[in-house]
């Protein structure tokens, strides 16, 4: 009884997380819910075959092990793709090449294995099923039995292979869009995709161990009590990532467009349709001399009129000011201050804190970071650990 309470725990657990998204996604409409659903109905169908295999039902198993070959190779592109709608401002969703690229494998494998299945006669399929599938033995299989295990072991080191991939590729696409958020905000807090981070390093522990089941096979966990231990770790991560895909904060996406529609609102009318809407951006297009004038006015702007102060100080707020495109002022800073946006006012906010203190000793903490434009003491202090030496 706890021993099937277990079998079937991860995929009630995904059959939930699946409704949830879908009413979610019903009342918002939200391309990454969308994803997050698609990845977590597979999940499921992936969870389901599961059951089946481990229950043994007579009929369902050799129908089911193409679907669930499918959904294996498929389960870890879904979630990069997921990351990537996320945190790329051109996802993975809009670019087909890419999309089927990483699904070719799962849609592969699942149809040369629904293709030896069929052509298979039914006692090779019984030898397949408890030989390889149940006793993870090849000695002994013949001819497309034979065939139908080389498929599955070419699917077992595709999935590790994708594993590594998600794992790398994820982390770096959630690393880049927080050093975008860098030349675009002063407080990044609010806007950073710090839980997918750590979500990815929860998954990179159950990923391990998605390998080393997968090298193990599932039938050394069909007849014993260790199927718990997959089955809470797997429960736990799958709850995790339904969880914070409902809370999820805004996509890069969607931050990018809000800040250019605020800076296109802001720009007059006889600038439309001039520079200051092409991202596109190189060093000949502004001037050594320009550039000098446009980081000179910056600073006057922000040290002069303490604009540092500002809570949520965002770079189009002073590109706004200066009349100028946000693209011309990433590059001044960078190049004139030789730091990010989000380093400069805070290294600012971190000065001006430090003469308040000396000013007055006593001040609370927490007043000194309302005083510096910080929304939490929190920020304050990782501001002031990281700058207050320099």
């Known amino acids: ?74 389960v870890y592109p879904l979630y990069l793709i997921y990351i990537s709608e996320l945190a790329d401002t051109r996802p993975l969703l809009s670019r087909r090449k890419w999309l089927a690229v990483l699904l070719f494998p799962a849609v592969a494998g699942g149809i040369a294995s629904g293709i030896v299945y069929a052509i ?6 019984r030898q397949f099923l408890d030989t390889y599938l149940y006793g993870r033995q090849h000695q002994g299989l013949q001819s497309w039995a034979m065939a139908q295990a080389i498929v599955h072991d070419i699917s077992h080191v595709v999935f590790s292979l994708e594993v590594v991939v998600t794992m790398i590729w994820g982390t770096r696409k959630v690393r880049n869009y927080d050093r975008k958020l860098c030349d675009f905000y002063a407080d990044t807090e609010p806007h950073s995709l710090r ?11 159950v990923s391990l161990m998605s390998i080393v089941a997968n090298e193990v096979g599932r039938s050394a966990f069909a007849d014993s009590p260790l199927v718990a231990i997959p089955s809470l ?13 409902m809370h999820q904060q805004p996509t890069a996406k ?70 100028t495109n946000r693209t011309y002022l990433i590059y001044a800073l960078n190049e004139g201050k030789k730091m990010t946006f989000k ?34 003491p929190s920020s304050f202090y990782r501001n002031w650990k990281k700058y207050e030496s320099d």
């Open 254 to 323: 969607e931050i990018m467009e809000v800040q250019e529609c605020k800076l296109e609102k802001s720009q007059p009318a006889e600038q439309e349709g001039s520079a200051c809407h092409d991202e596109t951006f190189t060093e000949t297009d502004t001037p050594q001399k320009e550039e000098t004038t446009l980081i000179a006015k910056a600073i006057q702007l922000i040290e002069g009129e303490h604009l540092y102060l500002q809570y949520d100080l965002k770079l189009d707020d002073v590109a706004t000011r200066l009349g």
């Open 120 to 125: 298979m006669s039914p006692e090779e399929t």
């Open 343 to 376: 380093e400069y006012i805070n290294r600012l906010r971190i000065a001006y804190a430090q003469k308040l203190l000396s000013e007055s000793p006593d001040m609370p903490k927490s007043e000194v970071a309302s005083l510096c434009g910080y929304n939490t």
């Open 195 to 205: 839980w997918v981070k750590n979500l990815l390093m929860l998954l990179l522990i």
């Open 1 to 74: 009884m706890l021993q099937s309470l277990f079998i079937s725990l991860p995929m009630i657990v995904c059959g939930v997380i699946t409704i949830e998204l879908a009413l979610e996604y019903i009342r918002r409409s939200d391309r990454a819910i969308l994803c997050l659903l698609v990845w977590a109905a597979v999940t499921t169908m992936l969870y389901s075959c599961h059951y089946i295999y481990f229950h043994r039902i007579n009929g369902l198993v050799a129908a089911c092990d193409a679907v669930y070959v499918t959904c294996n190779l498929a």
């Open 233 to 245: 770790a797997f429960t736990s991560v799958l709850f995790a990532v339904g969880w914070m895909g």
